[in-house]
């Protein structure tokens, strides 16, 4: 696909980009600038224009951006307009904090299955989950038909479980652990390190300039 | 400052840079070539050597990097010669888990406070640290001399609290509230929206091409 190469960064901007052109939706409003949109997403005008051309014509010259189909176009885009299955890879205090996080659901992300090795973890009901053994991975993914892996582990035990995931056919994981991991071709791993966000923190306060809201 | 326009993906690719540096240093490597720091880090060499080219002349033609002068340069550069005192805004689930996340620490960032509005929450020990009521927002900040604020609250209170934070001198904020915050010019927020990074994996199963690991 002609889009296979658009960065992280963009992908990034477009969910935003969706959560405002919603909200807009939401209070009635038909259509919207790039200026408005830009200012909502912290970003320039022209930016919003480029992020949106690599995927088509959007919007006329003078009339902005029509909101709902804007919208129903990005959804598209981010493969929003189906459910996602996903399983917790790990127990712990991180993964108890993300099943409660309603947001993934409102997106389309469901969280269906969740493993520990610790026993004292395992057989802990969540909601309408219950935690079940790491040992049993492959059973579990094939049962609830995994999408999306969350693996929330410790860095050490990381690179083996994906390599059992990718072994189950996941493709798709999202890395909580403090580690790079390996995969094959044509499976994604996407890094959120907390800890680097703060550090992109710790470089504005060192370089105190303009501000900065991404 | 010079390096004050770097985009948010430099720094994050700095920071990433910085702990394989450490690791190699840890296994007694002396030097370094920008191919093995790209690769390792998943990206290019000439990314690398274009990131670093933003603060200075780094490495000898041939030779590749000093392993310990660059992680040096690197912790300077990101600000991390020094410590930082921060506090939780919000003592869900969520900021349970960040309290016990190692990382934070072992990078200098230090959670000396915590604070909640929900009586069942105030009082609670974590550790050492004991949740305080969100009434004395002000007053905890003065006495913990709070560098970062971490936002882990809904949406709808988010606003009012960093105007809050922001009339306490509190210029740097890590926001995990589904929302843009505004903020005067020299006050820096960063926003962590987890649900964004599971819409990077459905784009990129949407898109399947090319694996993307960043």
Not at 88 to 103: D, F, H, I, K, M
Not at 153 to 170: C, E, F, I, K, M
């Amino acid at each position: 696909m002609l889009s296979r190469k658009i960065a992280d960064s963009t992908v990034r901007r477009l969910a935003i980009y969706l959560r405002f052109l919603e909200e807009f939706e939401e209070h009635g409003e038909a259509t919207l600038s790039s200026e408005a949109l830009a200012s909502r997403a912290g970003t320039t005008s022209a930016q919003v224009r480029k992020d949106l051309s690599f995927f088509g014509s959007f919007g006329k010259r003078g009339l902005g951006y029509d909101v709902s189909a804007l919208a129903s176009e990005l959804r598209g885009i981010l493969g929003l307009n189906r459910r996602y299955r996903v399983i917790l890879v790990g127990a712990g205090r991180l993964a108890a904090a993300l099943v409660q996080y309603a947001e993934f659901g409102a997106r389309g992300f469901d969280i269906v299955a969740a493993v520990d090795k610790d026993p004292g973890r395992i057989g802990t009901r969540w909601g309408e989950l219950v935690v079940g053994d790491v040992a049993d991975l492959e059973t579990i993914i094939r049962h609830h038909r995994i999408d999306i892996a969350i693996l929330v582990t410790p860095a050490d035990p990381a690179q083996a479980l994906v390599d059992r995931l990718v072994a189950s056919g996941v493709t798709a994981m999202l890395n909580f652990a403090p580690v790079q991991l390996h995969v094959p071709h044509g499976t994604d791993v996407k890094n959120v390190n907390l800890a680097v966000e703060l550090e992109t923190l710790s470089y504005a306060i060192r370089h105190r300039g303009a501000p900065a809201q991404r």
